[in-house]
């Protein structure tokens, strides 16, 4: 049976969350030394998940933005680390509402209210638009 590992992070430090049957699901922190953590704080949490016998098949990190996505994908190869899908927090939210057949939204507002406040973004279901 294959296992997934989804990652975010936020001023309140990097969270992995695990599945290995699609129904249960077990979270993981990992400490950041800065308040928000960096590119290499979650390639290295990366590096910790992947050197594990019980490795997911499946890995995946949503990014906040396009400088971030670009020095994360920076600090996976110097962590030696390949295979993985990395993904904007928006996109990733996006798909997930596609998913559902019963959700007949076209425009949805999303919130994120972290530890650093509130962001919201407008989003089309249909076009993608942000």
Do not use: C, N, Q, W
Not at 16 to 39: K, Q, Y
Request: hydrophobic share 40%.
């Amino acid at each position: 049976m294959g296992s997934s590992v989804g990652m975010s992070m936020g001023a309140s430090g990097i969270r992995a969350v695990r599945t290995s049957d699609g129904h249960s699901f077990t979270v993981e922190t990992f400490p950041s030394a800065r308040s928000v953590p960096d590119a290499e704080d979650v390639a290295h949490a990366i590096r910790a998940i992947v050197d594990r016998p019980d490795a997911p098949t499946s890995l995946g990190v949503a990014f906040p933005d396009p400088d971030y996505s670009s020095a994360l994908k920076t600090a996976l190869v110097e962590e030696y680390v390949s295979e993985v899908h990395i993904i904007s927090e928006i996109s990733g939210t996006i798909e997930k509402l596609r998913a559902y057949p019963e959700f007949r939204y076209r425009t949805v507002a999303l919130y994120d209210l972290g530890a650093t406040g509130l962001e919201m973004t407008i989003a089309d279901i249909d076009s993608g638009t942000i």
